[in-house]
């Protein structure tokens, strides 16, 4: 397994995979040996090697679909409660961002299952998932339509008209488990409140979670003027019987 480190210092970060010699644009790097807490000196700048977190590995993977934002994915986690040891199903994968999410939460007696459909997507996500080096998230290419798991905590549904697997979801997950429906555009969020309902699903909320970045330069501060404000919306519900 691939094995990766951080170099930081006060105005950049870098990820290298550890064992070679990296063309970066700070020079090349040697990482054959080096280890947590040296510091690593190019002839432009100097970096403390750290050990990198789940963040610092998800700005590496590649993206493929329009992924789930790290604030919309802790935005899940605050909600509802997600812990280790639970059991989720996550479906469409996309480029993997929010299995590895969920997946880095709930640690090695925790598990994640994932369906992607399309092959290219799939694949993506299977390497983004390899080289984050979680061990408990299991990767389906097929429709999640035809999903087996059961006795699940957490489900997240992030695809087209994933309404209309909401009373197959409410009858998988314990009870007491989260319902989570991921969506850009309201519709979906309207129609899926209406089948939670149907299926006697206790409705928690629907959010849009928009933050912007400040800057403070030369004693003059305000938000930076560019940047995406809206990527989509959640309803959260839970199974009640």
């Known amino acids: 397994m691939q094995e990766y480190i951080l170099l930081?210092?006060?105005?950049?970060?870098?990820?290298?995979?550890?064992?070679?010699?990296?063309?970066?644009?700070?020079?090349?790097?040697?990482?054959?040996?080096?280890e947590i807490g040296d510091i690593v000196e190019t002839k432009k700048e100097k970096f403390?090697?750290?050990?990198?977190?789940?963040?610092?590995?998800?700005?590496?993977?590649?993206?493929?679909?329009?992924?789930?934002?790290?604030?919309?994915?802790?935005?899940?986690?605050?909600?509802?409660g997600l812990k280790a040891g639970w059991r989720c199903l996550d479906a469409g994968t996309g480029s993997g961002f929010l299995s590895i999410f969920i997946g880095n939460i709930v640690g090695k007696k925790g598990r994640v299952y994932t369906y992607e459909k399309r092959r290219d997507f799939y694949e993506i996500a299977k390497k983004n998932i390899e080289m984050c080096g979680l061990n408990n998230i299991t990767i389906k290419n097929e429709d999640v339509k035809n999903f087996r798991e059961r006795n699940l905590d957490l489900i997240t549904f992030d695809f087209k008209d994933s309404h209309t697997l909401i009373k197959k979801a409410k009858n998988r997950l314990k009870k007491g488990g989260w319902l989570v429906i991921y969506s850009p555009h309201i519709e979906e969020q309207i129609v899926a409140i209406e089948e939670m309902r149907n299926n006697d699903m206790r409705i928690y909320a629907t959010v849009e979670n928009i933050q912007r970045k400040w800057k403070s330069i030369h004693g003059y501060t305000h938000p930076e003027p560019s940047g995406i404000l809206h990527t989509g919306f959640m309803t959260f519900s839970r199974r009640a019987f």
């Open 8 to 34: 930081m210092n006060s105005k950049d970060a870098i990820v290298l995979e550890k064992g070679k010699v990296c063309n970066t644009k700070f020079g090349k790097i040697d990482t054959r040996n080096v």
């Open 48 to 80: 403390v090697v750290v050990k990198p977190t789940i963040s610092d590995l998800l700005k590496k993977c590649k993206r493929s679909a329009q992924i789930v934002m790290p604030k919309d994915a802790s935005q899940i986690v605050s909600i509802t």
